[in-house]
């Protein structure tokens, strides 16, 4: 009787897991960073170089009258005007940058992708906490996936490794009791030493395999080539 493997979580799928939601929770907040303070002090500063142009053109006006700018010092003191008449000492004083924003920006996008990003962050993140204790395993006679299906070796009539030595997967295509066709995954980097898990099905099995087809064009014979082989 063969001895049983048995194949747990790898530390590089828990580290991939774990970067994944980093990177998207960290988009998510950067976003909502923006909805929430970055992009309204950036409206309210929009906001107020308008007030301020519209100020200095009241003022244009109120002296073309023929009013004196004692006089509208008057006016701005009754109004509350800002007393500087250029943008960049009057943004210099509030801790605003020289150049205005060009626009008002709408926040509606970044609540939106702020909130996909974090969703998306902590789907992974459930999904690494759910297979954490996940395993594959095999015997002699069969392998049984992560989610508790058995597969035969006997039932396995088609195995796919294309992918399996860039991405450490194959694919088994089996019969279930009823006679339906199914898949299973043997994934060599979630789960370490699945591997072993594969070389014993391939003992066993009868069926089709499907690996990596070469692109390689094949090399045309040479003149000596041929005279040698007919020697």
Same mark, same amino acid.
């Given at each position: 009787?063969?001895?049983?493997?048995?194949?747990?979580?790898?530390?590089?799928?828990?580290?991939?897991?774990?970067?994944?939601?980093?990177?998207?929770?960290?988009?998510?907040?950067?976003?909502?960073?923006?909805?929430?303070?970055?992009?309204?002090?950036?409206?309210?500063?929009?906001?107020? $170089?308008?007030?301020?142009?519209?100020?200095?053109?009241?003022?244009?006006?109120?002296? *073309?009258?023929?009013?004196?700018?004692? =006089?509208?010092?008057?006016?701005?003191? *009754?109004?509350?005007?800002?007393?500087?008449? %250029?943008?960049?000492?009057?943004?210099?004083?509030?801790?605003?940058?020289?150049?205005?924003?060009?626009?008002?920006?709408?926040?509606?996008?970044?609540?939106?992708?702020?909130?996909?990003?974090?969703?998306?962050?902590?789907?992974?993140?459930?999904?690494?906490?759910?297979?954490?204790?996940?395993?594959?395993?095999? =015997?002699?006679?069969?392998?049984?996936?992560?989610?508790?299906?058995?597969?035969?070796?006997?039932?396995? $009539?088609?195995?796919?490794?294309?992918?399996?030595?860039?991405?450490?997967?194959?694919?088994? $295509?089996?019969?279930?009791?009823?006679?339906?066709?199914?898949?299973?995954?043997?994934?060599?980097?979630?789960?370490?030493?699945? %591997?072993?898990?594969?070389?014993?099905?391939?003992?066993?099995?009868?069926?089709?395999?499907?690996?990596?087809?070469?692109?390689?064009?094949?090399? *045309?014979?040479?003149?000596?080539?041929?005279?040698?082989?007919?020697?």
């Amino acid at each position: 009787m063969a001895d049983p493997i048995s194949c747990s979580i790898t530390p590089w799928y828990t580290k991939r897991m774990s970067l994944m939601t980093l990177m998207f929770v960290g988009f998510g907040l950067y976003f909502l960073y923006d909805g929430f303070i970055g992009y309204p002090k950036k409206n309210a500063i929009y906001d107020e $170089h308008v007030k301020f142009m519209e100020i200095q053109d009241e003022k244009a006006a109120f002296l *073309e009258e023929g009013n004196t700018s004692s =006089d509208w010092a008057k006016v701005v003191v *009754e109004k509350g005007y800002p007393k500087q008449d %250029d943008w960049i000492d009057y943004a210099a004083d509030n801790g605003w940058p020289e150049e205005p924003p060009e626009k008002r920006y709408s926040t509606t996008d970044q609540f939106f992708f702020g909130a996909l990003c974090c969703g998306i962050g902590l789907a992974i993140l459930g999904t690494m906490m759910l297979n954490r204790g996940k395993v594959l395993r095999a =015997d002699g006679l069969s392998f049984t996936s992560p989610k508790g299906e058995r597969v035969l070796f006997s039932s396995a $009539h088609r195995i796919d490794k294309r992918k399996w030595d860039n991405k450490g997967l194959a694919y088994v $295509h089996y019969w279930d009791e009823k006679e339906k066709e199914r898949r299973a995954v043997i994934d060599d980097l979630k789960f370490g030493g699945a %591997d072993k898990i594969l070389d014993r099905l391939l003992e066993n099995f009868e069926g089709e395999l499907v690996e990596r087809v070469s692109t390689e064009a094949p090399s *045309e014979s040479t003149p000596e080539s041929e005279d040698s082989e007919t020697a």
